[in-house]
């Protein structure tokens, strides 16, 4: 594109990263109780060597596609039986049960149509070899996008050497959804919050009234069944227990098998039914303070009519815990964490109205609340609206927060500014032209005229940023931090 823009050398890494739709889960394939029953009693009353001829070609056919594909078909199987209500099920042989299984799989191709909005993070695990070499070893998370416009969180890994130039790790063919750990017990006033903060919680108030500070999810169910009891539910009860539900679906714990590849790992939504995408997560190395780090996420749930902010959290990106954020702070998108506490606190920037920058403490990772407004809209490319790219980087000069900012015809450019280290609600430097704007092949796509990032990485005085291009596809840039700093303009007060 023609637009002006700093005089920062861009230097463009021969990397892109496009869907892919070889890349494929398994998801249960589900149908109403009446047509369950019917396709069970066709199964059944195939000859025996029909079934075995079956599903052993059924096994042959995708046993290359996933790992322990007789253990999903058995999952599926175990699944599908909760919800009926003749229990003669439990008796038939394990070959039927994987046969019956296998009907009641399907894949999904989660990258087919995009993938796009990376972060970079440093892998929790490093070599020494890569250490004395001033070597990084990293993790890019995207956001990758299927049919009907599902999206979940994938990974890759790589290595970055001393002039921030990366050689990516070889790309497993296979993929895995998680095994789910459902949380025992639920948090009562966050629920009360959150359910306050959407205008649900009066509607359903009589619900809580029944259940302790910690309940389970059994003990949630039977409150609702004698709130049910009660007489006819109004549309608007009908609709907070709806958004109840959602919620106690969104609070969960994921575990990996720990012999997979970190690029066969993807956190997909649930189920079409309570989170139908997970959005932009914005992944940051968290320093706890004692030399050790937690990773941590905020990204956008949605289940097709309302958005939901949630956090991610891993140690070691095996296992995941998913929880809600509350708080009249967390309502929109885009948050983004800090590396670090700040005066004693957790803080967070974030986009509250849609338009400006925020920024946000707290004492909880889950409550999030009063956001400082710091930055409106200042500079033609960003007149739109502005957010951050990123989790804010520590340089010695302050906070260094990569922004995106949406101009005219809605293209977005990416810049920066700098937050005083000690006080990040005052921005004492700007970067008055983009950073970077789309280059002519990069305009075309799902949404065109796009660039857009969720988190850069400083590495020996290298800013490595990857980006995503018109929500298609991806790729990776590098800059140095000194010619940046060297760019930017002191904000008088």
């Known amino acids: 594109m023609n637009y002006a823009h700093s005089k920062v050398k861009i230097y463009r890494q021969k990397l892109s990263f496009l869907p892919d739709e070889g890349r494929v889960i398994t998801k249960l394939f589900g149908l109403d109780k009446v047509r369950i029953y019917k396709v069970f009693d066709r199964i059944l009353k195939l000859p025996e060597k029909e079934k075995e001829r079956v599903l052993e070609q059924v096994i042959v056919n995708f046993e290359k596609r996933h790992k ?3 253990r999903i078909f058995k999952d599926n199987f175990d699944e599908i039986i909760q919800h009926l209500d003749i229990t003669i099920y439990n008796d038939l042989s394990l070959e039927n049960k994987l046969l019956i299984g296998a009907y009641f799989t399907l894949e999904y191709s989660i990258e087919s ?5 990376p972060s970079i993070v440093p892998h929790p695990f490093q070599t020494q070899e890569d250490i004395a070499s001033n070597n990084l070893k990293v993790i890019l ?7 009907g416009h599902m999206s979940s969180v994938v990974f890759r890994s790589g290595i970055l050497d001393k002039e921030g130039n990366i050689e990516m790790d070889e790309l497993s063919h296979l993929v895995e959804m ?5 949380s025992v017990e639920y948090s009562k006033p966050d629920f009360i919050m959150k359910l306050s903060d959407m205008g649900h919680y009066d509607s359903v108030k009589a619900i809580f009234d029944e259940l302790l500070d910690a309940f389970t999810k059994d003990e949630l169910n039977e409150s609702i069944r004698h709130f049910k009891e009660k007489g006819m539910l109004s549309r608007k009860e009908e609709s907070a227990i709806d958004t109840l539900y959602w919620i106690i679906r969104s609070n969960y714990e994921i575990e990996f098998d720990d012999e997979s590849d970190l690029s066969e790992r993807a956190i997909f939504p649930r189920s079409t039914t309570d989170i139908r995408a997970i959005e932009d997560a914005r992944f940051v190395a968290f ?3 004692d030399g050790s780090y937690t990773y941590f996420a905020p990204y956008t749930a949605y289940n097709g009519i309302t958005i939901l902010p949630q956090l991610i959290e891993t140690k070691d990106f095996y296992r995941f815990k998913i929880r809600t954020m509350t708080g009249p702070g967390s309502q929109n998108k885009g948050m983004a ?3 670090r506490k700040i005066n004693g606190k957790y803080a967070m920037i974030s986009r509250n109205d849609n338009e400006n920058l925020y920024l946000m403490y707290s004492d909880s990772l889950n409550y999030w609340e ?5 930055r409106e809209p200042k500079f033609f490319w960003e007149f739109i609206q502005i957010g951050n790219s990123g989790s804010p980087i520590k340089t010695e ?12 015809v809605r293209t977005y450019s990416l810049g920066a500014i700098m937050l005083d280290l000690k006080d990040p609600s005052k921005v004492i430097a700007e970067l008055k032209d983009p950073l970077l704007v789309p280059q002519e092949k990069e305009r075309n796509g799902y949404v065109p005229n796009v660039v857009y990032s969720c988190g850069a990485l400083l590495h020996n005085n290298w800013i490595v940023l990857p980006y995503a291009a018109s929500d298609t596809r991806s790729g990776i840039v590098k800059f140095k931090l000194k010619e940046l700093l060297e760019q930017l303009t002191p904000v008088k007060d």
């Open 370 to 374: 009063k956001p400082i407004l710091i």
């Open 68 to 70: 322990k594909v007789k």
């Open 397 to 408: 000069k302050g906070w260094l927060l990569l922004t995106h900012g949406v101009g005219p």
């Open 287 to 289: 320093s706890n303070g």
């Open 113 to 117: 149509a995009a993938l796009f909005n």
């Open 337 to 339: 964490m800090f590396p």
């Open 178 to 182: 998680a095994k789910i750990i459902h």
């Open 141 to 147: 998370s995207f956001r990758a996008v299927g049919e």
